[in-house]
């Protein structure tokens, strides 16, 4: 080839201890030990069991978060989460009444969310000039509208076969089904984001959509695939929430929205997307938990644990930002 | 009363780590146009920054009119009647042309600012500058080449007797540039010093009477633009001699490989038919806005063909979007890098493989990290990128390296049997310009049919082999490398609205 010149370029990985510690993930981790250090001084009931036992009603915030994050680091967003929960919840409760099979309950669920999903993908896709917050906000509106028609005056249902709901909310030894699930989709949603293509081209578009357009990467097929993903999810969670509170109302889902995206931004994955990992994320939504169950605990009230959430999610954008100038400050010293 | 309106002698200034001026002289003449040239990196941005207050210099004097001066910011080079232009206007886009240039010296009465006085003094500025358009007009309405005008409009309002162009002319077209010069000429006849930054030769030639140059931080001369030869420049600027900055190897084309025909988009472009042989290099120019890029988009499925058919080895083929014709082996790379090229934020490998990722995805599913970062390391290599390692992230490269990257994204892709090139040496300096056209003559040898968009006349006349012209969305001419000559291009681009009918 012409110009060669024999230059070698490196192509060794150079990971180190100290860089991995020093990481957001790392700093995560430290938090996350502080806050069960701080819980367990607060409460002396804040043992594995314990907390084990509360989580079940935390958890479905969980299932949000992953697909939420995917969308995230498109450089996209889903507000419309809470209430394709909402609805998707509403359907299960009533399809479940007028005597439908279990398993077919679970299903519509799941279709419901997937079809809400569908939706929100295909304004996305096709008209790429609406933000996404404007079109996710519109089918909040939405989603929960429909929710409340079908739920009509009342305004609630609940589920007469409540047996089977219950079954769901099983555990072995200590642990709940539930959980179970959540360490399972933790583990595919980072696999699929760090190791496998469709990952790759997630980070790729939301780093860079029309470099990612002019490489060949299907953008719309990939964002569309996102929401189809957030809506099945929002359906799962919809399933969990449901068989912890045996009906649904019209606030079912209220702002899950907000914490999913909490605890992705909380771990370190930006809203403008191509940013952030997802372990980060899944550490992020484990702190936030265990934080509420120990506060909890101690009976703070619920308004004085969101003000301290939203503390920690401020500090956790403003901190990377400050330890970068620090680092650039720190370099520019070295060098002079 | 010193000889020149402006000397500075000694000048350092170090940014933490480098040297970004090492002792470098500088000295204009009242009235003349001065040309600062150099690579990029060389260090003229920065000097420029020193001359307008931006940066301190640690060492080194500075004189207006003999007198020794101290800039302790912008301001106090604004007061003493300095004023830059940069290459993309810092205008406020959302507000009128007066209100651009009157900005922060607003004519106030009583502390009431006077448009109508201000709409008809920017006007009367306008004009003399022979601007098409109106003081009351929506700056972010104009085109580059009128938003820079009005950044001279303002220079002059500040009642400014130097001015400093930072490449003035990196984003206008061939008929802008020459109505430029025209301003140049009559500014420096009004009796204003110029300085006058850029990469093109031709301006420094029509414009300067004199050219510094600096390399690696240093000042290496003085020069008077009628006796220094073009190579001498040239390796004053690189520090070695080019022999051969268009390195074309003469070749018989092979087979046909790629052919448009009849291709239409409303608006954009009409009946566009052109075809490459292997291993030919095909130059498509004309001005900027002729629909050059617009019909390679739409060819390649960013945007859509509304008529017209394509045809890859003879065979018809059909493309709905960037990701057949990259599967059919059709390869773009954007005029813009940074933005449609490369992801700046990610290492060099991982931006060479992203067309490619299929190809190292493993039985499991999962990508074959190792085999995906040897691959791009050999490709980066074999464009002799001027990088450590494939972590190196897009945004420390120069323009001219992250050209060379994106042309190693386009080989790594083994189906690739088209490259289309648009504007490849865009914003690259010397040196790295000729590397990449003896990347692009190596890739005509190795039988890829190569097609270069461009608006440079040397390097369409140095590197075609032949050479389609576009003027108003339709192809106004074909040309043979041995007739093509810059005058018969420039009258194919402008040709009159008698033939380009309407689009």
């Known amino acids: ?336 | 009363m010193s000889e020149y309106v402006l000397e500075l002698k000694g000048i350092t200034k170090i940014f933490p780590g480098v040297k970004a001026l090492n002792k470098v002289h500088f000295q204009l003449l009242p009235g003349e146009v001065h040309a600062l040239m150099g690579e990029n990196g060389a260090g003229k941005s920065t000097f420029i920054k020193v001359i307008t207050g931006v940066h301190k210099a640690e060492e080194g004097e500075m004189f207006l009119n003999g007198e020794k001066v101290d800039f302790k910011g912008p301001k106090d080079a604004a007061a003493a009647g300095i004023a830059a232009v940069y290459q993309h206007p810092t205008s406020y886009p959302d507000l009128t042309v007066t209100e651009n240039i009157f900005m922060n010296h607003e004519i106030k009465k009583k502390g009431v600012l006077q448009w109508k006085e201000m709409n008809k003094k920017a006007q009367e500025y306008l004009d003399e500058l022979d601007a098409g358009f109106k003081s009351t007009a929506e700056m972010g309405t104009l085109s580059v080449a009128e938003q820079q005008m009005v950044e001279i409009a303002k220079a002059v309002s500040t009642n400014a007797q130097i001015i400093i162009l930072d490449e003035p002319t990196a984003a206008l077209t061939a008929n802008e540039s020459q109505k430029l010069y025209t301003i140049v000429d009559k500014l420096r006849d009004d009796g204003k010093s110029i300085i006058f930054i850029s990469h093109r030769f031709e301006d420094m030639y029509r414009l300067a009477t004199r050219v510094t140059v600096f390399r690696d931080s240093q000042y290496i001369g003085t020069y008077d633009v009628d006796k220094i030869t073009n190579a001498d420049l040239i390796k004053a600027m690189v520090g070695r001699e080019i022999s051969d900055m268009y390195p074309k190897t003469e070749i018989t084309p092979g087979e046909e490989v790629f052919r448009i025909e009849k291709a239409s988009r409303t608006g954009y472009f009409k009946d566009v038919s052109l075809s490459v042989k292997a291993g030919e290099i095909v130059g498509l120019t004309g001005l900027v806005g002729a629909g050059r890029t617009e019909v390679m988009e739409a060819v390649c499925g960013i945007t859509k063909l509304e008529e017209g058919k394509v045809f890859l080895q003879g065979k018809e083929v059909n493309i709905k979007n960037p990701t057949d014709s990259r599967d059919l082996g059709i390869v773009l790379l954007p005029e813009d890098r940074q933005k449609t090229g490369l992801i700046l934020s990610w290492g060099l490998g991982r931006n060479v493989t992203l067309p490619i990722l299929k190809k190292f995805i493993k039985k499991n599913g999962f990508i074959d990290e190792k085999a995906e970062r040897e691959t791009a390391k050999k490709f980066l290599e074999d464009v002799d990128t001027k990088a450590i390692s494939v972590f190196d992230l897009g945004s420390s490269l120069s323009g001219g390296n992250q050209q060379k990257v994106v042309v190693a994204k386009a080989l790594a892709q083994d189906q690739m049997k088209v490259v289309i090139m648009d504007e490849p040496t865009k914003g690259v300096d010397v040196g790295a310009k000729a590397e990449i056209y003896a990347i692009m003559d190596d890739l005509a040898k190795q039988g890829y049919g190569i097609i270069m968009i461009s608006s440079e006349m040397p390097e369409i006349l140095g590197m075609a082999d032949r050479i389609y012209v576009m003027c108003n969305g339709r192809i106004t001419g074909e040309l043979n490398r041995n007739e093509a000559t810059q005058e018969v291009i420039l009258e194919l681009s402008m040709e009159k609205s008698d033939k380009g009918a309407e689009v």
């Open chain 1, 1 to 336: 080839m012409a110009g060669k010149s024999g230059r070698e370029i490196n192509a060794t990985p150079q990971n180190t201890l100290k860089k991995s510690i020093l990481s957001w993930e790392g700093i995560l981790v430290i938090i996350f030990l502080a806050v069960l250090v701080l819980c367990r001084i607060l409460s002396p009931n804040y043992t594995l069991n314990n907390v084990l036992r509360e989580m079940p009603k935390y958890l479905s915030e969980i299932f949000l978060f992953f697909p939420m994050a995917y969308i995230l680091m498109l450089g996209e967003i889903d507000i419309s989460v809470g209430s394709i929960v909402c609805l998707s919840a509403t359907a299960g409760c009533l399809a479940s009444n007028a005597g439908t099979p279990f398993p077919l309950v679970i299903l519509i669920m799941l279709l419901v969310g997937g079809l809400c999903g569908v939706v929100n993908g295909l304004i996305i896709t096709r008209f790429p000039e609406l933000p996404s917050m404007i079109v996710t906000l519109g089918t909040q509106i939405i989603f929960r509208g429909i929710a409340e028609i079908v739920l009509g005056n009342g305004g609630s249902v609940s589920v007469t076969d409540s047996a089977s709901f219950r079954a769901i909310s099983k555990r072995v030894g200590p642990f709940p089904y539930m959980f179970f699930l959540v360490v399972i989709c933790a583990v595919v949603f980072v696999i699929v984001s760090v190791k496998m293509k469709f990952g790759r081209e997630l980070m790729a578009i939301g780093s860079n959509r029309r470099t990612s357009l002019y490489s060949g990467i299907k953008v719309k097929a990939t964002i569309f695939k996102a929401y189809v993903i957030m809506g099945v999810f929002s359906g799962l969670a919809a399933l969990f929430l449901t068989a912890a509170s045996y009906g649904a109302n019209t606030t079912t889902g209220d702002g899950f929205e907000m914490d999913a995206i909490a605890m992705a931004v909380f771990g370190g994955i930006a809203t403008t997307g191509g940013k952030g990992k997802m372990i980060g994320g899944i550490i992020a939504a484990f702190i936030i938990v265990c934080l509420r169950i120990g506060l909890g605990q101690i009976n703070m009230n619920s308004q004085l644990i969101l003000l301290i959430i939203g503390i920690l999610l401020i500090a956790a954008v403003i901190l990377p930002n400050i330890s970068a100038s620090f680092k650039a400050a720190k370099k520019k010293k070295s060098q002079a």
